[in-house]
């Protein structure tokens, strides 16, 4: 089983961010660049899978030099070969151009190492611009079947069983390979780097690959917004919840809330 695994390096979004009054845009000063979460889900799925089974998993990523570091912690948790299509301004590709450079990427990549990936597992979204669209444009432009939101995957006999999450519960989908996969976050966490594993992924090398020829971002930014702040609520007292729940109905009353 031939793997690849697409992810991208954000900021860690476990630390509150503010927009920089002057700049307009998110300050990320100190905050640390991480692998995507969802990203995360898609390789821990994966090497699930290639424990299962067999295979190798091939890890890759655009950016700047700073996203070999990432490479490397997905190299000590699974991956077992790495490249960078380096590109300084990663964000400035747009969805369609994200996708342009990761087909040719997979393309260089097949011819490397002479295969052909049998599945691509992308996270479902990214939690800086979270599209949720790569994967799925991805599969269109290659002409592969997709499966979003994935928890859980099973192959055999080149047909791959799906668990697929959805408002209402699950959907199990079957679909022969190669495939594109999204994944949702399923009910395990990723595994942790253990010492021994870190000093091997560090010996491996991150190849870089050419970047696709840049074409026109259709999509601009025109501006950033900060989630608007929730105003402080109303404490009601009394001595009966009769009293209480009078003023409540007067105060949703006089809002026209009925």
Do not use: W
Request: with cysteine; glycine share 6%.
């Amino acid at each position: 089983m031939e793997i690849l695994v697409c992810i991208k390096q954000v900021p860690d979004d476990s630390v509150e961010i503010y927009l920089n009054s002057s700049t307009g845009k998110p300050n990320l000063d100190g905050i640390s660049e991480i692998v995507n979460a969802f990203d995360t889900y898609a390789l821990e799925m994966a090497t699930r899978l290639k424990e299962k089974i067999g295979g190798e998993i091939t890890v890759v990523s655009i950016g700047n030099e700073s996203v070999k570091n990432s490479l490397k912690n997905c190299l000590a948790v699974g991956a077992d070969k790495a490249y960078l299509v380096k590109e300084d301004d990663a964000n400035s590709l747009g969805t369609n151009g994200v996708v342009k450079y990761l087909i040719k990427a997979k393309d260089d990549i097949e011819k490397i190492l002479d295969k052909k990936f049998d599945i691509i597992f992308c996270g479902k979204e990214a939690t800086d611009y979270a599209s949720s669209q790569v994967g799925l444009i991805m599969a269109e432009q290659l002409g592969l079947p997709s499966v979003a939101n994935v928890v859980d995957i099973e192959v055999e006999n080149e047909v791959t069983k799906l668990k697929q999450e959805t408002d209402d519960g699950y959907n199990i989908i079957e679909t022969k390979l190669p495939c594109i996969v999204t994944v949702q976050k399923p009910n395990y966490e990723p595994r942790y780097p253990t010492i021994k594993t870190k000093m091997a992924a560090r010996k491996k090398p991150i190849d870089e690959l050419e970047p696709a020829e840049k074409s026109e971002n259709i999509m601009e930014v025109v501006n950033v917004f900060e989630p608007a702040k929730r105003s402080a609520g109303v404490k009601l007292k009394a001595e009966t919840a009769e009293e209480v729940v009078a003023q409540a109905i007067k105060i949703m009353t006089d809002a026209k809330v009925f």
